[in-house]
Each structure stands twice: as structure tokens, then as C-alpha cells.
């Protein structure tokens, strides 16, 4: 049986960053204002995420892992209409079943911090040695600490399929990178851990109350963000809104990059980016490429997000008309640019 679940739980997280991004949805679903990641060996040994979200009350902590266990259900009437990220309560089952997890938290109304770990979907007693697997009392801030540990340390085919830690680590900064510009206003940090100091320079950091262009120029450059413009828009029919920001005519990126949302979540959509490189290879000097951070909120019952496991490629209906209005509504931002 743990063989399957592991099977099905490598499906999901295929790497450092597929648990990272589960992570972070989750401490941006706690209400958390400020993220800070921490990272060994590309995520393979360590990826540690502390929020000051709302914390996991105590009574909680043992179902935590079970699958299919999750807050963000039962206010609703319409999971439809479920505006947070995940409802699937996947996520932590699954890391639970391919990494060490442990788990410190605490809400405002305890006085105390909670620590839990958890092996193949149950609690697990914290202290080797112990055979209690109850929560520990221990010293914490408000919200949660998460560390999964060795990651894929039971699916060796998921380790070999990894590329260096290097590598996995850039895909890591990738993922921070764009939700701290998709949730600017929330302070979030990506650092490598270090042997000894604790005051590693962070990768990336971005600050409480900064706006989307902002982190841009903070995580990007300067020099970028003073040659996108924004772009706004609305439809009824299909239901779309759009707010992007975008390079414009003369601008010259040495490779395309494409940081889409949709409905807040980081996601790939071969369809919307064709069309952007068909549209920018209209005008863009040849072998030049664009910058187009966009963020698309959809009707949630027209999104499918279960075009892969990972959920990175979604598909949605009205593609076509969407994709269109998208294309235009740059296209006349563009033509109006220095306007
Ligand atoms: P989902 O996000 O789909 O509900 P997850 O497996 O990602 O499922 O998380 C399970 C549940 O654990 C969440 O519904 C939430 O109640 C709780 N949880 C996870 N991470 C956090 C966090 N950082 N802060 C507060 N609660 C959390
Ligand atoms: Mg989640």
C-alpha cells in the first residue's frame, strides 16, 4: 500500500519546486504576510518554509496528512467557487509520503508552539526513540514552520529523474520569484541554508507593502522593469480579467520570459504563451524575446487544472476567445505606449 501511495504521491510532487509551490499556496492561504524559505542541496535535503499565517490549531495536527484533508471545504457551499488555490488536500499527504515532514506551529490563541511529524500520511512520534506520536509543546512564533527533509528518499526513480541540485535549486528561485510578484505586499525570502551562519544573504527578498513592478525590479532589474508597461482589462463574456505587466516594442530579452497566473496560481499554458510568441515575433528584433509577468482570473468552473498531475498545465474553456482578448488588449496598450 505504501508503495502505491508513493507511486501516486511522486506523481504530484516531481520535484523541490512542485513541493514548494504547495508550500507556499498554503502559507498564502493561512493569511501569512511574510514567507521565508530555506534550502539545502536544491530542496533535496532540506526545503524549510516558516509563515505568520494563522497557525494549525493542535486538535488538527493528526489528520493533517491523512489525504483529502483540508480547511478550505466546508464554507462552501460550491467548491466551485472556492477563490483559495488548493481544495484538494493533496498536498501534504503527498509530500508526507516521499520526505521526512515536520511540522511546528502555532495560532494566536495558544500559548505555546505545537511540533508534529509525519511518515507516509500519519503522525509520527517527533523524538527517535519515542513511541508517542502526540504534537510537542516547544517555543514558536505565530504561524507555521514546515520542513520536509530528504525528499524522495524512498523513490529512487524520482531522485534519478532530478537534474543537480543546482539546477533544482534555480527551478526553486523560479517558483519564489513569481509568486512574490503575483502576492507583492507579502515579505518573502528564498535563501540557501549555510553551515553555521544563520545571516546567509538571501537569493531573493522582498519586502511588506511593495507592489507587483516593484519586485520586478527587485528580483528581476532595474533596467527591466523600467521597460514594461502595465496592462489592464475586463470582459464579461467570456469572464476574464486581465492585469499583466509587459515589455514593449523595443524591448530585447535574450530568452522569452513568461510568468502566467491563472486564477492565482503559477501555471504553464502552451496556448496563451504560442500566441504571446507569435504576437511579440511581430514586432520584437529577431532572436530578441519578451518579458510578460500575467495574471488571468477565470470563471473557477471553466479552469481545468487537471491537465497534468502536477497541475502546471491547466486548460480552460473559451481558450481561443480569451487568448484573443488577451493579444489585443496588448496590442492596443503597446500601440499606445509612451502615450
Ligand atoms: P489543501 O491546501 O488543498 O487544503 P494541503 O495538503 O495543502 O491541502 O493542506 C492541508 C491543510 O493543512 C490545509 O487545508 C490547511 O488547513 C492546513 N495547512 C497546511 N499548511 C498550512 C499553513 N502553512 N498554515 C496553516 N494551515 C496550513
Ligand atoms: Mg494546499
Known amino acids: 500500500e505504501h508503495v502505491v501511495n508513493r507511486i501516486a504521491a511522486g506523481e504530484i510532487i516531481q520535484r523541490p519546486s512542485n513541493a514548494l509551490k504547495e508550500l507556499i499556496e498554503n502559507a498564502l492561504d493561512a493569511g501569512a504576510t511574510s514567507i521565508r524559505i530555506t534550502v539545502k542541496d536544491g530542496g533535496l535535503k532540506l526545503l524549510q518554509i516558516q509563515d505568520n499565517g494563522s497557525g494549525i490549531r493542535k486538535d488538527d495536527l493528526p489528520i493533517l496528512c491523512e489525504r483529502f484533508t483540508t480547511s478550505k471545504i466546508k464554507a462552501f457551499e460550491d467548491l466551485s467557487s472556492l477563490g483559495t488555490y488548493g481544495f484538494r488536500g493533496e498536498a501534504l499527504a503527498s509530500i508526507s509520503h516521499v520526505a521526512h515532514l515536520s511540522v511546528t506551529t502555532k495560532t494566536r490563541d495558544e500559548t505555546c508552539a505545537w511540533k508534529a511529524a509525519y511518515s507516509d500520511g500519519v503522525m509520527i512520534p517527533v523524538k527517535s526513540g519515542s513511541d508517542d506520536p502526540a504534537p510537542i509543546p516547544c517555543a514558536g512564533n505565530d504561524g507555521t514552520v514546515l520542513a520536509v527533509e530528504d525528499l524522495f528518499y524512498n523513490t529512487p526513480q524520482r531522485l534519478k529523474a532530478l537534474r543537480s541540485a543546482a539546477d533544482e535549486y534555480a527551478r526553486i528561485l523560479q517558483v519564489v520569484i513569481a509568486y512574490s510578484i503575483h502576492n507583492a505586499g507579502v515579505a518573502m525570502s528564498c535563501k540557501k541554508a549555510s553551515a553555521g551562519s544563520s545571516n546567509a544573504t538571501a537569493d531573493v527578498s522582498t519586502s511588506l507593502g511593495a507592489s507587483a513592478i516593484d519586485n520586478i525590479g527587485v528580483t528581476y532589474s532595474e533596467q527591466v522593469k523600467r521597460e514594461l508597461v502595465e496592462v489592464s482589462a475586463e470582459s464579461q463574456e467570456p469572464s ?100
Not at 266 to 288: H, I, M, Q
Not at 291 to 303: A, E, G, H, M, Q
Open 240 to 339: 476574464v480579467t486581465l492585469r499583466a505587466w509587459c515589455s514593449g516594442t523595443n524591448y530585447q530579452g535574450k530568452k522569452g520570459r513568461y510568468l502566467f497566473f491563472i486564477n492565482n496560481r503559477f501555471v504553464d499554458c502552451s496556448p496563451l504563451k504560442r500566441a504571446l510568441e507569435a504576437f511579440y515575433s511581430n514586432f520584437l528584433a529577431k532572436g530578441t524575446h519578451p518579458f510578460v509577468y500575467l495574471s488571468l482570473d477565470l470563471d473557477p468552473t471553466k479552469v481545468d487544472p487537471n491537465v497534468h498531475p502536477t497541475k502546471k498545465e491547466v486548460g480552460f474553456e473559451d481558450e481561443t476567445e480569451i487568448v484573443e482578448f488577451v493579444c489585443e488588449k496588448l496590442a492596443e496598450r503597446l500601440a499606445s505606449q509612451g502615450e
